[in-house]
DNA sequence: GTCGAATGGTTCGACGATCGAAATGCTATA
DNA sequence: TATAGCATTTCGATCGTCGAACCATTCGAC
């Protein structure tokens, strides 16, 4: 690996962040499938209900096609999942009075309150691990964050026009 | 927490950062699954590719057992993903000659091809995408990941203490 | 040494999540 | 109004995971 026009020291950085990344990521992904299943769900509803309440709390409720598009489901799975949620009584079908083909997802008090759960003692702790670092690493790591979460994405999205999928 | 009344942001600069990370964490997931997909892999098959290469480039192979443990798969599960990964060519079943009982897991070029081809363009996004920021940013950025990280593993712990796990 | 317990993997049957294709209901355009 | 297009749902099939029972091997105590 050779250092292209940076100052030395450019790639390990680069390396260290990426791989501090993925070990995120990796944890993140046993910690939401050991919360998921100590609430007999599965981890893609799990995600539904983190998404619909982010979406709730901006006021601007996701509709059911959205939502697939966010967890990267097809139509029909993203119906079944919808089914579950609702059975369990976390989320309602709401139709778009607007647009009568659309649904709109609400949330329930029951998974609000599941989704302040997973949210507050991870919150919590994570203020405590950072307590000792200024505000404005947060606010550094936040866009660097943000920005490898672009080329995920990015990735993400080339490896999907290798193979032509459904939308 | 005291921050109340500490300096102004503060609690926003938190809740960005943490918001972004889960972002992050929820993108790489439908990253790995339509990778996974792309390739006519299940997602927990390429983990167990990853989990495989970066224990054999350790020099340390993996055993069936472990690579479970680290998937967090049950045994019978991984017995049929190693027969499926075998039956694609990717891994061999090697039976340790020290105890007969054990399988070690050796890696095909195939498969280690395809964790390079995993890596290599997301990588190479990754760095463009930081392409503008000091050096200094992303060892930072790496610092609050990994104290984020512990928060989330010491969460895991915590979540896993209410409901004794199986195992 | 031999027997029982513990360990590492495998097989089997069942279930649940996801897919693709066809169907349904609604909207927009001509 | 007819028609095309879109969002969601239904249906049948497939695949991954689980739990329990099962084989083979090793370890420990007598």
Redesign the interface.
Known sequence: MREQT??P??AA??D???R??????V?????????A??HHLG?SDL?AI??IAASAEQGRPLTAGELAA???LGASATTSLIDRLEGAGHVERIRDPRDRRRLTLSMNDTALAMAREFFQ???R??????AD?P?E????????????????????E???A??PEPR
């Open positions: 940076g100052p020291g450019r950085a680069l260290e962040v990426a501090a990344l993925q070990v995120s990521a944890e993140s992904d046993v910690f939401v499938d050991v919360f299943r100590a981890r995600n983190m998404w966010r967890l990267g003692p991870l919150g702790r994570m203020a405590e691990a950072l670092l505000t690493d947060l606010l550094v790591a936040a866009e660097v964050i943000r920005r490898m979460t672009g080329a995920i994405v990015a990735s993400r080339a490896a999907r290798d193979r």
